[in-house]
Structure formats: C-alpha cells, structure tokens
C-alpha cells in the first residue's frame, strides 16, 4: 500500500532536471518517444552488470534521486529509471525483477499510466501518486498528455552478465560542497569513468568484407 506524495518532495528533483534536461535515450526508442535515462546498475553490452554513467555525468541528480527514495520508496531497488515527457508504447519492462515502484510528477495533463492486462488493468492516476506492481509481467503505456511530464520508476535490476567479484557500494555524495559519485573508495568522473577492456588499446586494422558489409575491428 502507498501514500500519496506531497508535490514540494519532487522539488530539488525537478530543479534539477529543468536546469539540464536528461539526454535521449537511444536504446528506449522502440518503447516509446522522449527523454529516459537509467542511473544505479544498468547491464552493459558484453560486460558485467555495473553503474550507469548517468551516475557519476549527473551526481547531482541522483543524490536527490537517493533522497527521494530513503523517505519514499518501500520496496529494495538497485536501479532508477528517470522519464521526461516520455511517451510510451504498450510493453513489458523486461530487465526488471520484481515489483517496481513507479510515481510520476511535473505539470501536465492526461498521462495516466496504462495497463493493458490483469486484475488491475485501466488507466491509473500516477502524479504524486506512485503505485507498485510486477511491470515485467503487465504490459503497459503512457497515454496521451500535455505539459511537463516526469515519471520516477525505482526496481531491482535483472542481470545478464554477473560480475565476477561483488559491485563496491555506488552512490552520489556531497564532499567539500561538491557532488560526486562514489564507487566503493573512488570518485568516479566523466574524465575517468569505468574499466573497459578496451580502454587504450590502439585500433589496428579494419576490415570489411565486399559482398555482405561484414566488418572485423582489430586491436593491439
């Protein structure tokens, strides 16, 4: 059961967020039109599970997020989906595990968050009002809205590539009136960001192959 949410505790967020909008997304658009950013874990392609760069590019934003979520939000989640006037398709959130915990806020009309199937199908009221339920098995959409629309979803990652040693406790704190993002004992910064095996690993040779457009990037 949730509370509704008084709109002044979305403050700092939409602050935030109207002083540098979130960027497009485009791995999210065949699931809809707007603005949408992960921050927490987030799978990577062929690489474990890890931090998004979203956390250490906006600090800021996800120290709020945290706070938002330490008063709010009563369900475990590891990762935070952050929507801006995204509209969305009828689909099923895949990469999640479990319930998900999902409030929308902003000035706008219409918007409602629709689902498609199950005891709780029909269109739901979700500003300042979150509501929680296994979105991997309903299928759901935002319906058509004007305004400024943001949609906060917090849920537990599903994992495609385990690490092979435990993640460093991640989160954005504010050290010497500065906020930054802490992985573990280091501050991570768009300047270092995280490991990658191919990081500094000059490209050799490229090849491509004439009758099927095939290409082989090598490396040293």
């Not at 967020?17 to 603005?35: E, W």
């Not at 595990?97 to 199908?121: A, C, M």
């Not at 009136?177 to 300047?191: A, E, H, S």
């Amino acid at each position: 059961m949730t509370t509704n949410i008084p709109p002044e505790a979305f403050q700092d967020i939409l602050e935030e967020l109207r002083r540098r909008p979130i960027t497009v997304n485009k791995y999210r658009n065949k699931s809809g039109d707007g603005r949408s950013q992960a921050f927490g874990l987030v799978n990577r392609r062929c690489l474990p599970v890890d931090y998004s760069r979203q956390n250490w590019l906006r600090p800021k934003l996800l120290f709020h997020l945290q706070e938002f979520a330490k008063k709010y939000v009563p369900i475990p989640w590891t990762s935070i989906t952050v929507n801006q006037n995204y509209q969305s398709l009828p689909h099923y959130d895949k990469g999640n595990l479990g319930e998900s915990y999902l409030v929308g806020f902003g000035s706008y009309t219409g918007g409602d968050l629709k689902i498609h199937e199950g005891d709780i199908s029909g269109n739901h009221c979700i500003w300042c009002k979150p509501i929680i339920a296994d979105f991997s098995k309903i299928k759901h959409s935002t319906e058509v809205f004007t305004g400024e629309r943001y949609s906060l979803v917090f849920y537990v990652l599903k994992p495609t590539k385990m690490p092979t040693e435990p993640l460093p406790k991640g989160e954005a704190v504010l050290e010497d009136g500065k906020y930054v993002f802490k992985r573990g004992n280091q501050i991570i910064t768009p300047k270092t960001g995280l490991p990658h095996p191919l990081r500094n690993r000059k490209k050799t040779t490229t090849s491509i192959t004439k009758d099927t457009g095939d290409f082989e990037v090598s490396f040293e």
